[in-house]
């Protein structure tokens, strides 16, 4: 479910291919002002929903949201969600997106953000248990107290743990940290972002 702009970018990366080919997505929603047109008729015509949003208080990224929950009102069950991109291109929606993802981490368990370098999620106060699989995770990871003034971390899994380590913009952050295990263990006194690296293969050639 790609917000409107996004479609636009997605048509001229992937213009070889026929929609079928484009993959599953059966829903456009947003304010459509950045979609192009000729791309909005190629999708409706191939039987995508357009669902125009004209909430000024809330961005694409939030009309998202809300359509998937209304649909999960319908079928009674919650989804896992992708955010794909998100965190690369403007600062300010790279911020809004961490942002606003924060908030939903009290209602909403699973929401992952993935980049072409990296996966990311938030990690509530608590403790944690990541299973990693390293053929395509790592090695380099963080933990990033965003969002909050400062938390307590420790960890271990990694090439360096902290035990009750103060981590915080105005002192500590693990950054380019390495996996050592394919389990992570994670104790934070206040949410934190923790990002990995995302090596995926080649994408192989069209013959």
């Known amino acids: 479910m790609p917000a409107s702009g996004a479609y636009s970018r997605m048509a001229d990366q992937i213009e070889s291919l026929t929609l079928s080919e484009r993959g599953g997505k059966n829903l456009i929603t947003g304010d459509l002002d950045s979609i192009r047109p000729d791309v909005q008729q ?3 015509t191939s039987g995508v929903k357009v669902l125009k ?41 790279s911020v809004h997106t961490m942002s606003y993802i924060h908030k939903l981490r009290k209602v ?16 509530d106060e608590g403790e ?12 380099t990871c963080g933990l990033l107290p965003i969002g909050v003034a400062s938390t307590v971390i420790s960890m271990t899994g990694l090439k360096w743990n902290w035990t009750d380590h103060h981590s915080s913009f105005d002192g500590d952050v693990s950054t380019s940290n390495w996996l050592a295990n394919d ?10 972002w923790w990002t990995i690296e995302l090596r995926l293969p080649p994408a192989s050639k069209n013959s």
């Open 42 to 44: 190629q999708y409706v």
């Open 53 to 93: 949003d004209n909430d000024l208080n809330a961005t694409d990224l939030m009309k998202c949201f809300n359509a998937i929950q209304k649909l999960e009102s319908i079928l009674g069950d919650e989804y896992s969600v992708i955010v794909l991109g998100g965190v690369s291109g403007r600062l300010d929606h």
């Open 108 to 123: 909403r368990r699973q929401v992952f953000v993935i980049t072409n370098e990296s996966i990311a999620w938030v990690l």
């Open 128 to 139: 944690h248990i990541i299973h990693l699989d390293r053929s395509f995770l790592g090695p």
């Open 183 to 192: 389990d992570v263990w994670v104790k934070t006194t206040n949410p934190i």
